[in-house]
C-alpha cells in the first residue's frame, strides 16, 4: 500500500465527525426555557454551534434578547447538565464516517480529536457510540486551561505532539478550526456538511468536500 502523506489526521467534533445537532439543539433549547425565550426550531440550531457549548448558549441568547450576565454560569450548567444526561440520543457519524476512519486505520494513521466541548462530554459521546478506541488522543476545549482552545494553535500543537506525529492535517467545518489549523501550520479540509459559520469555501480551508469519501483522496492530493 502507498505510504500515507500524514501519520496524524486530526479532527473536529460538533459538525465535522458527528452529526451532534439535535442532541445540543434539545440542550440549548431547555436552557432557552430555563431564561424565558423563545426554543431554537432544531432545523436551525446549527448556526449557533462552534466555539463550544458556553459560546453556542451566549449567541443563542443575543439572537433573542441579549445576555444576563449574572445569570449565565446556571444557565450554561443547566445546559451542560441536560446535555450530558441525553448526550447521544440524535448523535451519530456523518454520512461515509466509518468508512473513512477504516480508510485511515488501514493506512496506519494516527486519529485525533481536537474539540472545543469540553473533554470529560466529548469522552462521554464517543463512549455511548463505541467510538473512544478509534482515536489515538481526544483533546477536548478545557484540557489545556483557559485562553488555548480553537481557533488558538496549542490544541492542534498538543495534538500533534500526543500522536508523536511528524506530519499532520486537520479536518474541521468553522473559522475557529480553519484559524486553529493556520495558526499552527497545518494543511486543513473544510466540511460542506457541518455546522460551518461561514460558507465553507470562504473558510480559507485548503479543500472543502461534501462527503467523507472524498476525505481520503483529498488529503493524499495535499500531502
Known amino acids: 500500500m502507498t505510504k500515507f502523506p500524514f501519520d496524524v489526521v486530526g479532527f473536529d467534533l460538533d459538525g465535522t465527525l458527528l452529526d451532534t445537532a439535535w ?9 432557552l426555557a430555563l431564561a424565558g425565550r423563545a426554543p431554537v426550531a432544531l432545523d436551525s440550531v446549527r448556526q449557533y454551534i462552534g466555539g463550544g457549548a458556553a459560546q453556542m448558549l451566549r449567541n443563542a441568547l443575543l439572537a ?43 493506512y496506519g494513521v494516527k486519529i485525533a480529536v481536537a474539540t472545543n466541548k469540553r473533554e470529560d462530554m466529548a469522552l462521554r459521546l464517543f463512549d455511548a457510540l463505541g467510538l473512544t478506541q478509534r482515536f489515538t488522543c481526544v483533546i477536548g476545549g478545557d484540557t489545556l486551561g483557559p ?21 499532520a492535517a486537520f479536518v474541521g467545518d ?8 493556520r495558526a499552527a501550520q497545518l494543511p486543513v479540509v473544510a466540511c460542506r456538511f457541518g455546522f460551518w459559520d461561514l460558507p465553507p469555501d470562504e473558510l480559507g480551508a485548503d479543500a472543502v468536500i461534501d462527503h467523507f469519501d472524498e476525505l481520503v483522496p483529498v488529503l493524499q492530493r495535499l500531502g
Open 23 to 31: 442532541d445540543l439543539g434539545k440542550a440549548l433549547n431547555h436552557a
Open 64 to 106: 433573542s434578547g441579549g445576555v444576563d450576565e449574572a445569570a449565565f454560569p446556571a444557565l450554561q450548567a443547566s445546559l451542560l447538565d441536560y446535555y450530558g444526561q441525553n448526550i447521544a440520543v440524535h448523535s451519530r457519524l456523518f454520512s461515509g464516517g466509518e468508512a473513512m476512519l477504516d480508510a485511515l486505520d488501514a
Open 147 to 167: 485562553g488555548r482552545a480553537k481557533p488558538a494553535p496549542d490544541m492542534l500543537h498538543e495534538m500533534v505532539r500526543r500522536c508523536n506525529g511528524t506530519s
Open 174 to 181: 468553522t473559522t475557529f478550526d480553519v484559524g486553529a489549523a
